[in-house]
């Protein structure tokens, strides 16, 4: 028997518990060597299907599939011990109906280990979010700038610049809560609607581009730590690990062709 205690990785009723509460860490993580990392700091990992555009270059999430999902949600489950590891359903795998909804997050929780799914829309997604909360598969809903949606929507827009949206953008906030997820991510919203939406929804907001009058914030890992070559205006970099990669490779690249690496030390004898 294990002297330690083991560590506990948080779940989905402690993160809904803090409604109104400590702000939710989360960032994005599809990757087991850095969710190690990220382990520590977060709250919540979410395996977002962004990974299909800053991990796999498509333009859009649209190609992302269950088994890709499904290959970094296990990676990034084995790679973490406490934090609240959430999957996200790729553009297909759920709008049909809540029974394909139900058969492709079964998949996902069950061939990855994580804790609950995410995926995109409002009041137009609450039979399903209703249908897999009943049956043991805790949601996490998305709302306002939805990228799979992206097509329809005309690009990636902030929303909420008309205020005659906000009714929707409200109604959206509460169809999900009521329809039992614990949580809901509100991406590229205006601050006094994410404000509004925060104040009168039971569930904690997770903000992404949503200010930070939310009960969390959310940031794709690539962006915040400057390692792509664009990020959304509302990033704020925290480190700039593109100019170190360039400038850690760069020295490899001298040192190979000069010849001093390998050095004596660095050969099996
Ligand atoms: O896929 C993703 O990274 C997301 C975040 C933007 C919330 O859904």
């Given at each position: 028997m294990s002297a330690q205690a083991p560590l506990r990785r948080i779940n989905v009723p402690q993160i809904a518990a803090r409604k109104g509460a400590e702000p939710i860490v989360a960032l994005t993580a599809s990757h087991v060597q850095f969710a190690q990392i990220l382990d520590a700091h977060c709250d919540v990992l979410l395996v977002g299907d962004s990974l299909g555009m800053v991990?796999?270059?498509?333009?859009?999430?649209?190609?992302?599939s269950v088994e890709l999902m499904i290959a970094h949600g296990a990676a990034v489950v084995r790679g973490t011990q406490r934090a609240l590891v959430v999957v996200d359903m790729p553009?297909?795998?759920?709008?049909?109906?809540p029974q394909v909804a139900f058969r492709n997050a079964a998949r996902i929780m069950a061939e990855t280990g994580a804790s609950a799914v995410k995926l995109e829309g409002g009041a137009r997604m609450a039979e399903t979010i209703g249908f897999l909360t009943a049956r043991g598969i805790p949601v996490m809903a998305h709302i306002g700038l939805t990228p799979q949606s992206s097509n329809t929507m005309g690009g990636f827009k902030t929303q909420?610049?008309?205020?005659?949206s906000w009714p929707l953008h409200h109604a959206d906030a509460a169809a999900v809560a009521e329809a039992g997820a614990f949580s809901v991510v509100l991406e590229g919203m205006v601050e006094p609607l994410a404000a509004e939406v925060t104040a009168a929804c039971p569930i904690p907001t997770i903000g992404i581009g949503a200010?930070?009058?939310?009960d969390g914030q959310i940031l794709v890992m690539e962006d915040m730590l400057g390692l792509g070559d664009w990020a959304p205006k509302f990033v704020r970099k925290f480190a700039d690990l593109r100019t170190e990669v360039d400038r850690a490779v760069g020295a490899y690249a001298e040192a190979v062709r000069d010849r001093s690496f390998p050095g004596e030390d660095e050969i099996y004898t």
């Open positions: 991990t796999h270059g498509f333009d859009n999430t649209l190609p992302v553009f297909g795998s759920y709008e049909e109906s909420g610049r008309n205020a005659d200010s930070r009058t939310c």
